[in-house]
DNA sequence: GAGCCCATGTAATCAGTTACATGATTAC
DNA sequence: GTAATCATGTAACTGATTACATGGGCTC
């Protein structure tokens, strides 16, 4: 079975709590897992295939509801056992591509304002995540009492707080530096 | 040709200001630019087979200087222009992956040591980056007013360094934090 | 003689994205 | 009626990693 492919154990690990839906799960993933590793169903539904293939996972399809077709994967035995020893397994792959870096590296060949304007927009668009991470760990902090597994969401949230607001640090830096360069009068 | 494949872009880039051999390529994105976009032989050799069919770059051998056959590599005016097109379109893609916050946020189903083993062996890593992005930051501060250029490989560190930074601190509130749960007294 | 760095490349595979295709239900 | 959301999937392609293969020169 697969050794290091991240999304069977993603899958597995929200299948691990409770049973999904190939819709449910990129569900979850969008909200929760995604700012961290995203998935889309071009990934979900061949490997929910595969896990079913190989007996981690098992499929039924309700017909409740009213509603389209659906159906619900649940973790077998195996399937907690698989997961519970990749857990266990050291981390190997951190995993970065800032394609504003790159352009930024080469950033001498356009103006000043291009330059400006690329780290602004950044700003902005991490400034939109960074306040959803400040919700959801808002949140978070009321009902980190009720679940064990709270606390672990709220290490991820707290990790996504702390790196975007490093960003926009950063932006803010960076706008500066790039002024004082091209603007001193 | 390619639209948005970046390794092509990094490489133009990296041509447009010197002739390189693809192992120097590779030398430069090592110690520059993986931190925040990393490529390895595999993508770098084909691309510039497909760079050179697409008379973006041109090759010639250097017999010189006693080692191996070297091959190396010049930008074409037709490259530097589709580089130049290239820095000016908006960036699209942010993206990354840390397998640490997966595990993590799946870590109620592992133990408390290993959950914080794994954080404080992240710390360690992030640690050693981060010393290795403050002495370039330094260097870098010594030659700022030499070339353009060192200025945007001055922001990129800036960002190096404000991240790995974040990473320190976020590993040590989440220490602070699992202890404070699990060994409380 | 061992190990490291220089140097180039290919082949196989895996991971991930995008586009396509379909169709029901719900809310406005 | 029309747009959004629910729901599932496939096919084609691109991007990226890993393993393999080869061989010279330099230093200890």
Same mark, same amino acid.
């Given at each position: 079975?697969?050794?290091?492919?991240? &999304?069977? *154990?993603? %899958? /597995?690990?929200? !299948?691990?709590?409770?049973?999904?839906?190939?819709?449910?799960?990129? $569900?979850?993933?969008?909200?929760?897992?995604?700012?961290?590793?995203?998935?889309?169903?071009?990934?979900?539904?061949?490997?929910?295939?595969?896990?079913?293939?190989?007996?981690?996972?098992?499929?039924?399809?309700?017909?409740?509801?009213?509603?389209?077709?659906?159906?619900?994967?649940?973790?077998?035995?195996?399937?907690?056992?698989?997961?519970?020893?990749?857990?266990?397994?050291?981390?190997?792959?951190?995993? &970065?591509? *800032?394609? %504003? /870096?790159?352009? !930024?590296?080469?950033?001498?060949?356009?103006?000043?304002?291009?330059? $400006?304007?690329?780290?602004?927009?950044?700003?902005?668009?991490?400034?939109?995540?960074?306040?959803?991470?400040?919700?959801?760990?808002?949140?978070?902090?009321?009902?980190?009492?009720?679940?064990?597994?709270?606390?672990?969401?709220?290490?991820?949230?707290?990790?996504?707080?702390?790196?975007?607001?490093?960003?926009?640090?950063?932006?803010?830096?960076?706008?500066?530096?790039?002024?004082?360069?091209?603007?001193?009068?």
């Amino acid at each position: 079975m697969p050794k290091e492919n991240t &999304t069977v *154990y993603i %899958i /597995l690990g929200l !299948l691990s709590h409770e049973d999904l839906s190939g819709y449910d799960i990129k $569900k979850r993933i969008d909200h929760q897992i995604s700012f961290f590793w995203d998935i889309g169903y071009g990934q979900i539904y061949p490997t929910l295939s595969r896990l079913v293939a190989d007996r981690l996972v098992t499929k039924r399809t309700s017909e409740s509801s009213g509603g389209p077709e659906k159906n619900l994967y649940s973790i077998t035995h195996q399937g907690r056992e698989v997961l519970k020893e990749w857990l266990k397994t050291p981390v190997q792959k951190e995993y &970065t591509k *800032y394609e %504003i /870096l790159v352009k !930024l590296f080469f950033g001498h060949a356009v103006s000043f304002e291009e330059n $400006k304007e690329r780290i602004e927009a950044f700003k902005v668009r991490q400034l939109e995540t960074l306040k959803l991470m400040d919700m959801f760990k808002r949140n978070l902090e009321e009902v980190m009492d009720r679940e064990e597994e709270h606390l672990f969401y709220y290490l991820t949230v707290l990790f996504g707080e702390k790196i975007f607001q490093a960003y926009v640090q950063w932006a803010d830096e960076a706008v500066n530096l790039l002024e004082a360069r091209y603007q001193k009068e």
